[in-house]
């Protein structure tokens, strides 16, 4: 069973960073396709980022290119989503998922683990 565990969320001004960490146990990191998804107060959950197993490719939302960063350190399980240039409209409940097939999607469904998420807000 995967277990994904979410850290490093917050409160920061707007034009801000912020680094969130996911750890991931039961399975290796090297062997899943992660994702970043947000959800915001009353919107669907959306996503934001994911990098495929085979070979780190990653991929982003359009409103988060260029200032996101998704990465992963196989050694210590664990990936990363680094935000830059934060926004107000980047406040959300923010949730690492993971699957097990080596293609990306941008589709909630179609990741099997979640975590608990972690809340990142962004002040004006």
């Known amino acids: 069973q995967v277990q994904l565990v979410e850290s490093g969320g917050g409160l920061v001004q707007n034009g801000g960073s912020l680094r969130l960490s996911c750890a991931t146990s039961?399975?290796?990191?090297?062997?899943?396709?992660m994702g970043w998804f947000r959800q915001a107060p009353g919107k669907e959950r959306e996503f934001v980022a994911a990098t495929i197993k085979t070979d780190g490719t990653t991929y982003y939302s359009d409103s988060v290119k260029g200032r996101f960063n998704i990465s992963r350190d196989n050694a210590k399980n664990t990936v990363y989503l680094q935000m830059n240039s934060l926004k107000p409209e980047d406040t959300a409940g923010y949730y690492c998922a993971a699957r097990i097939y080596s293609g990306t999607s941008d589709r909630p469904l179609d990741y099997r683990y979640w975590g608990q998420g972690t809340q990142v807000t962004v002040s004006s």
């Open positions: 039961g399975v290796g990191v090297s062997s899943l396709t």
